[in-house]
Every structure is written in C-alpha cells, then in structure tokens.
C-alpha cells in the first residue's frame, strides 16, 4: 500500500507466463498492433503513434525528451516534486536550455502561472509531470494545451503516477506527448512505459530520423545531427511498431503482453468506473488516516485519487513504524524524497490494491502501530471513518 | 529455431508470475544482491558491479558506451557483421571520434588487425561484439584484453548472443565492461540486460557521477558535464544496485525475478555443460543443413555454437520457404539483415531449443519444405547427419 509499485493483478502475472514467439511471427506482430489499439482508448487518443518504450516509465520520459529536444533548445518546466527535478534534469542532459518554475512541494500551478511563463520564456517544448508521486498532487492540465497552442509550443506530461486513477483524456487536452508506467494505477510491474504522440510531435521528431548503417537501404535517412540516443530514438521506434516493422530493439515479449493485459483490464473495467473507484478508495482511506488524528500532507483538493500523504506525527519514529508495518502486518507504506523525506508517510490505493479489504486492513494495522509507538488513537477510528464513506457510497 | 529470440524456459515463464514487493523490501534487495551474485557466476567475474539494465540487450549497450564515452573520446569499433555497426552508430551518438576496421561479413579479425589498429588509433575504448547474429561469427578475444591493457585502452563487449553457449570468461579476458541480453542462449525473453565492469570502467564512470536534484543530498556530486543520459547513467544505476540504494528507476521486477531464474538455470546445468550442450546441438544442426545439400556461410571455424547460417538454395523462395516453415510446421528459421538479407536462412540451436528434438524436427521440416520448393533432397539427408553426430556423441 505503498506509491507504487504495489501488488501487482494477478490476471497480468499469468500473462506473462505465455510462451514467446519470434519478433516478426504474425501472432507476434498482432499482439503489437492489438497493444497500440488498447493504449488508444487508455489514453483516449486517436494518435496513431502509440506505443510501448522497453524500459521503466523513466525509458518513456528520456525516450520522449531525448527525441523531441535538439541541443539548444528552449525547454520549460513547472516543478511541484520531485518527479518536475527528473524532467529538468533529463532535459539538461538531452542538451537543452532549460528553464523552471516552482511552487512549494504539496502545491500545483495556477493556468495564469504557467501562461505567464509560457510567454516569457518562449520554449520550443513545455514539460510537465501529471501527477507527482512525491507530494501526490496532480497538476490540473485543462487550458495549458492552449496555451501552448497558442504559443507554438510543444505540450508533453508523464502519467506515470495517475493514469488508469485520474480523469485523464490526450486529445481533449491538447497534448503532444505523454508518457507512462505500469506500476501505479495500471496494476502491472514496472518495466514497459505506454507512450503516445501527435501529429505534430511525430513530424519534430521524424525530421531528425536517421537509419543505422547495418539495417540502411538505399534511399534510407542519414541525418548529420541524429537524435542523440539510438535506444530512445522513437523516429526508428515508430518504424518498428508501424507497418515497415524495421528492425530496432527486440520487443520485449514477456513485457508487452504484460502491457497489454494491464491495457485489457482497464479497458474492461471502464476507464470511468475505474477513476470512480480510485477516487472512492483514496477518499476512505483520507477520512481513515483523519480519523486516526493524522494531518493529510499538501493541498488536499488536488491530490490525486490514488495516493494520500499524511505528516509523521511527533514522538513517532517514522521508518520504525514503516518497518512494524511491513514486518508485522506485510503491509508496506512509503515515506517519500528530498524535503519530504522522513516527514511524511506516503500510502496508495491504486490498482489492484484499490479495494475496500485493503483500505481497512491498513488503516486498522497503522492503529496497532500508531498505539504501539505511543499514540493515543481513538479506537477503531481509522476504520470506522472509512467506513462512514463505504457506507455513504452505498459499498457496505 | 530462428537467431533469437526463441521459445522460453517455462521455468522462467513460471518465475514471471510470482507477486511483485515494494523495491525497498528487505525481500526485493535480497532478490538484487541474489541477481548479482548469479551473474557474476555466470560472466565469471569477481566484478562487484555486476547488474542489470533495464531494458532490451540494446539498452545495455548504450548504458555502457553512453558512461564511458565523454564526447570527443577516441573509440576504435572492429566491424564484422551489424551489430559491430550498431556499435559505431551508438558510439557516434555518444559524440565519440569513432574509428572503424571492417572484415567482410562471415569472417572476423585477428589479434594482429586489432593490434594494429589500437596502436595507429590509440582509442580510449575498444568496443567489439563477441557474437554477432547476423553473421553467426564468433570473434576470438583471447589476447584482446593484454593489447588494450598494454595501450591503455578500455575493452568493452557485447555477448547477447554469445553467452551461455559459447565459452566466456570476463576476468580471464581482461575485460572492463560487457552486455548481454536474455533472449538468446539464457532462455528468457528480450527486456532485461545483464552487465558487469571492471574496476577501471568504474573509475571513469564515477569519475563522471552528478545526482540528480530531486533527490540530491548536501555534498553529493553535482558535476557540469554529467553522462548525457540520466536512465542510462551507470553512476546512477550502481548506486541503486548498491548498499546505498539511492532510488533511480524503478527496477523492473518481474524482469528481474526472470533474468534471476535465467542465470538460475544456467547455473545449475553448469556453464561448461551448457557450452557442451550447445556446441553439440549447434553440430548437429551443421551436419544436418549440410546433409540437406545446403551451403554454410562464413568462416565455419569460427561460427557460434548456437547459430547456423545457410545460403538458400537456387530456385528456392527464401520466404516463402520460411513461411511454410512456420505456418505448416510450427517452426520459425530466420533470413539476416543488410548484405545478407534473403541470401541466408539462420537456424538457432539455444538455449531451451539447443536439444535433440528440436534439432530433429526441424530438419525434417526443412527437408519437406525444400522438396515441395522443386529441391531434390536425398530422403533422410538431414536428419541422418545430424543423427550420426548425435551416436558419435552416444547420445542416441
């Protein structure tokens, strides 16, 4: 009951379990082509690059950036958490010039902030996380594809952290690129990052292909400035996913139907219903964790559904009570990084583990070792504040 | 039966399956360190920094060139088939001064070439392939580590296809960093890539450390010309595999719990059995195609165990044979890239598929398919042969 990655659906483990065939069987290419439909109405796109980066969500980031960036290049990025640092860093190493802006960790940007820098800054590329694991606040993302619009400037996200648990919809917000991982909401492993881009994002990028030496045909791209990694080149990633099937990495077979079958259930659940159900199980285990005196970390009108900080309280050893968590209950929680890190405990409700038995053996343990740790906790508060909301909602 | 990747080791299909734990559980640490120390045992090396690179045998390449190449650096690249193209190309989007010897494809170099051109070049890196599928060629490194070691110059490889079927020791090679991949003779699939470095690899790498900001402590390194990618900074990696186990990615757990049961495997056979196992399969196979009447490509003395490389036959359709192959068989078999593409057909013998039966029945598929393609074959030819190798061998 940690941010992820968490238990993972044990429809997606069985997945794995199927035999490989060889990267071109037509079974194989199928699969493929049956993935980037799925990821389709996942990320409610009609893009038609969309498509799995054989890495963790971290791959899909840098594949994103090292492909859409030329050294040089202006790039913007509002930072709320951590996970803003990673796309500024990953930008600074693609080359970019790269400019920030920044609220207090447990806050997210107003539009007129991001529009103000927009326009002062002028970049090629804005970049910014969805939903930040760290603080567990989701930057709303209505109005900035706009804005960008309206500025000629390139909108990517990464949805590592919300998607499949927050309403989120590519094409009505206007993006150019999005990224994203498994192990959150989409109840698989870390280790495949759903990806997907628009028309426009695809031209920046196909305008810098380049076709190794060992697989060139006449005829081929040379490009003297190629995207500067071959790995994370989507240009030649496009090609191998699409109907020319030329040759870049060898998909990583046990993994993409992995990602398909994560695709599946969420598809089969219903994108709706499955956002309800985050929002409903993050909501119980906020009142749960109010309702054992905890103050909830940030700015709680835009935390997302799936995951709630809550500060340490006093007299409690934090990582002591992680640890009576995980040795004593089997149940982890996490704590979180940089300035947050030992202040807060993080706990998730996400995928899989976004269930009404999970939300209420958590919060009943964390009573046990709150008590233990020598708090005064009113008994069964926890549970009984989930409970009000389970019955509320008529899931009693 | 095709160059990789080929049918799995259920075994390892099996070990996909298995729950995922948080990446901080005491269980999840101890599964990395087991992970380490079963590839150590398999590259055979005392390299403390023995991991994986999450991501496809191609990740693992560029994890190691993109650390240990500044731009500028000088790299010398022996090419004999596309993987040592492939090489050059990531080197040259690491900014490298790449150099480049090349033997016509199905031979490969002596020590004398390399020599002479580590001293005229006086590289800071050697890269070459060990095995190169495309060819089926094996290049002999024995004495390669003592010229880099004398001119002072890093020796990098790739195994990918080589490994676990072909006799590969690190230490003894004086190598300073290698990368494999799963899908070949260690029965997995694509999507993790095992590697190790030597102490002076590590070295530069770590000369080259910059913690990212998001998670960057008082006093640690921050350095101006950073790794030019952050997934794929080995710095980085090392201290998330390290007892430090500073958060980086995101490990790819199920591919971890794989490439685990791989070196696994491959452990309880027995590296030399393995070897054993290959070459034997890899020599019936031989003596089979030639059986069938068909030409082997390339210096034959020095092929891969696990690879057989045939010129199709005049008056043959190379892929329609392959398609009968498949569909009416069941059995996949390969053509190759770039000057070989639809000249050679290359059957595999690895890993789960280096066995009797499968060598068996796919000769006797091929013979039929070539027959139906207006060949005359001598009834039994294929199978014969590689039956005579197999009594030779006792194994009948």
Redesign the interface.
Known sequence: M?P?????DPRV??A????????Y?PWMTRTMDETQALYREVFVTQNEQTLLV??????GI?AAL?SLIEPGDRVLVPIF??????L???AE??GAEVHVIEVPWGQVFTPEQIEEAVVRVQPKLLTIVHGDT?TTMAQPLEGIGDICARNGVLFYTDVTASLGGNTFRVDELGLDAVTA?L?KCLAG???SAPATFSERAVEVIRSRKSV?????SEGDAVNAH???????DLAMIFDYWGPQRL?????????LY?ARECARILVDEGLDQAVARHELHGRAMLHGLRGLGLEVFGDVEHRMNNVTAVFIPEGIDGDGARAAM?NDFGI?I?TS??PLHGKVWRVGTMGYNARKDTVLTTLAALESVLRRGGRTVTGGGGVGAAYEVYEEAGLS
């Open positions: 940690g992820g990655p968490i238990n993972a483990l069985r794995m379990s199927a035999q490989l065939v060889g990267q069987d054989d890495g963790t969500s971290r791959a840098e090292v958490g951590r996970f803003g640092h990673l500024r860093e990953i190493r693609c760290s991982g192990q492993p870390s280790g190794e030496a060992g697989i060139r190629p995207i500067r990694s071959n790995y994370f040759n870049h990495h060898t998909e990583a077979t046990s993994m992995c995980l982890e996490g990084f940089g």
